[in-house]
T-cell receptor
Framework: GENVEQHPSTLSVQEGDSAVIKCTYS??????FPWYKQELGKGPQLIID?????GEKKDQRIAVTLNKTAKHFSLHITETQPEDSAVYFC????????????FGKGTLLTVNP | DTAVSQTPKYLVTQMGNDKSIKCEQN?????MYWYKQDSKKFLKIMFS???????INETVPNRFSPKSPDKAHLNLHINSLELGDSAVYFC????????????FGQGTRLTVV
């Protein structure tokens, strides 16, 4: 089955700095890669996604990159703010089926004011 | 408000009991899910339903039985609760043809004592 590795498990940055979270996946059939943000006591929320036909996607301060050959994808947050503090999960669709997302183990991002 | 809502938010019960968690979405989505998040924040899919039909059953014990009376509801019934069932259970839904874009509920924290 699909295996998604996510690093680092914790990340602490100063406000205004950039944060990068990296993931690798094993299933070459995966073609959809969403990122979720989970704030304390809440459910995960989709923040950005990328499909396998593009290498990069940007939405304001967040961007995702995808290297299908290497089976790597990354989340980049620029100009971090305290409200960016949360757990971030990468995920991908297993076997190319959008009915099953496999998640990484999460990254706890702390943005220090 | 448009949302995925699940009840109860907290559930404390004794081992051996049977309990249910209810989920409703008013987003008009065709696909609904149950996910389990353990104490280490690891998020894993349990079930996927599309238009009331079971699509994914991710080797969950038979004690867990989802029921979808209509495509806006997906309830989870758990028999003979065990200590290891303690976790946060998330219901989610996603739109047709964008099944990977999941909208999560707030979660139900189940504690088995």
């Amino acid at each position: 089955g699909e295996n998604v590795e996510q690093h680092p498990s914790t990340l602490s940055v100063q406000e205004g700095d950039s944060a990068v979270i990296k993931c690798t996946y094993s299933d070459s059939a995966s073609n959809y890669f969403p990122w979720y943000k989970q704030e304390l006591g809440k459910g995960p929320q989709l923040i950005i996604d990328i499909r396998s036909n593009v290498g990069e996607k940007k939405d304001q301060r967040i961007a995702v990159t995808l290297n299908k050959t290497a089976k790597h994808f990354s989340l980049h947050i620029t100009e971090t703010q305290p409200e960016d503090s949360a757990v971030y999960f990468c995920s991908c669709n297993s076997g190319g089926s959008n009915y099953k997302l496999t998640f990484g183990k999460g990254t706890l991002l702390t943005v220090n004011p | 408000d448009t949302a995925v809502s699940q009840t109860p938010k907290y559930l404390v019960t004794q081992m051996g009991n049977d309990k249910s968690i209810k989920c409703e979405q008013n987003l008009g989505h065709d696909t609904m899910y149950w996910y389990k998040q353990d104490s280490k924040k690891f998020l894993k899919i349990m079930f996927s339903y599309n238009n009331k039909e079971l699509i994914i059953n991710e080797t969950v014990p038979n004690r867990f039985s989802p029921k979808s009376p209509d495509k806006a509801h997906l309830n989870l019934h758990i028999n003979s609760l065990e200590l290891g069932d303690s976790a946060v259970y998330f219901c989610a839904s996603s739109p047709l043809d964008r099944e990977g874009e999941a909208f999560f509920g707030q979660g139900t924290r189940l504690t088995v004592v």
